[in-house]
């Protein structure tokens, strides 16, 4: 089986900032740990790099669109590099690939007769050059000055039938909900998504003249339009799997992959991932078991507030691994927000997370026991019937399993570093260097190393998801490697007289 899972493709009208490095890395984890599980996994990501916006801001420094789009589609590259997101696949809509899938779906629609072209009367504002909605309105029920002059205009356009699949979807809501196979996680999300199919009306402008936007793809069936917005970006899920909506093509790569789980934030549920999304697919002819399934992820602010590059509070993930390091970052980013909700992002509370967590309790543990067993023993362990520990790991190894399941990070790190406190007690409990002046207590010391190296062996397999590079740097100090999985979990992987590597700091403190 497949796990295809994806995450949004990220705007290329703005920087990278902390909310997308988290999305990334969320999806990593996943995707790493379905891997331990020993399913396929496909990953796929990418950026949106189509739109107003876009041409915008090109237009403002006076490049090209795809000139702009290719500088800030290399930060984001270079970012996930250093960030170790593992994707396997790389979805970037000025794609030719991309493009022939999106006017296929297109052209299929519109020739199913599930577009329609009508003339619509709104507000526009000269100098945004867009369609202005009472979203924009101030306080006074006046648009602001900084839309400038605004105007009546009549501008035709191309509609997808939506609201006709309005019943549709609220069934398939309650029908997988009901199979144990929500379309939303988490739970809360569902209900809310409800609520708003409920009130679902009208329909859906797909198109933008050229004469005010150009960059984007051409309606297949109309030369003076391009598709707007969701038409583009929501199709590379499909596009970049494979899928071909020409009758007769080959799906079997699609086939393989296909359901997807999109990782998104909260913001682009309603309407664009749980509305137009599954409309825009059954139209196309999936099945409802081929409707994807949403991980809807919170937000991170900033002392409460949105973060934004205009009020100067967006977080710069490239700055803060530089200087704190990849390992603190993705650490901080997995366990200091319960997945679904919202977080205050701060500084102080990584260096605060990574000192506690990773260098004072995992690196100290790990150091401890590699150097005792060092000392007493030259590193060759010796393998006990039986452990104190075995039947806690066990169980913590069970919780771990079930909470990467429920795509809780954060609750699957607490289970890890349970095993990884429990250690640091039993080190203090047993004392191996009063163990070790007691010749009668030889064995018990033997007992005592096991159980710690052992632990750290499981708890290396547990922190690969969230920390691929440190668990393989404790993995190469214990000495053990060949492939990593979850079933290597059981207790007793390391062999009587397996021999330890030196302590080497995993985790230096930051001061
Ligand atoms: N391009 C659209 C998505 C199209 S998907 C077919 C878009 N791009 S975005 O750059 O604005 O956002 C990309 C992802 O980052 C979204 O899932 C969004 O929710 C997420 N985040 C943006 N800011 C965020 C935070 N402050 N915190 C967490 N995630 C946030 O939307």
Redesign the pocket.
Known sequence: MTFFIT?????TN?EP????A??KVLADAIARYQRLKGNDVFFLTGV?QHGQKVQQSAQKQGVAPAEFVDRLTEKFLALWKKLDIGYDGWAATTEPIHKRCVQAMLQLLWEKGDFYRAKRTGYYSVRQEQFLTDKERGEDGEFGPEWGEVVLLEEENYYFKLAQHRQWLLDLIDARSAAGRPLVTPDFRVAELRNAVEKLSGDLCISRPKSRLEWGIELPFDKDFVTYVWFD??S??VSFAGYDPTPGADQSVFRSRWPAIHV?????LIP??GIYWPIMLKACGFADDDIPSLLV?????IAGA??SKSTGNSVDPDVLADAFGVAALRYYLLSDIATGRDADFSEERLVQRYNGDLANSLGNLLNRSLSMAKRYREGVLRKPPASPLDGFVAEKVAAYSRRMDAFETHAAIESAWEVIIRCNAYVEESAPWKLAKDPAAAEKLDEVLYSLAESLRIVSILITPFLPASADAIRSQLAWGGAIGMDRCAWGGLADGHRLGDPVPVFPRLG
């Open positions: 995450t949004a493709i990220d705007y703005g900032h902390i909310g997308h988290y999305e949106d970006a929501l590379n899920y998104i934030g909260k913001d682009i664009p991932h992820h919170g937000w991170w602010n949105k973060m």
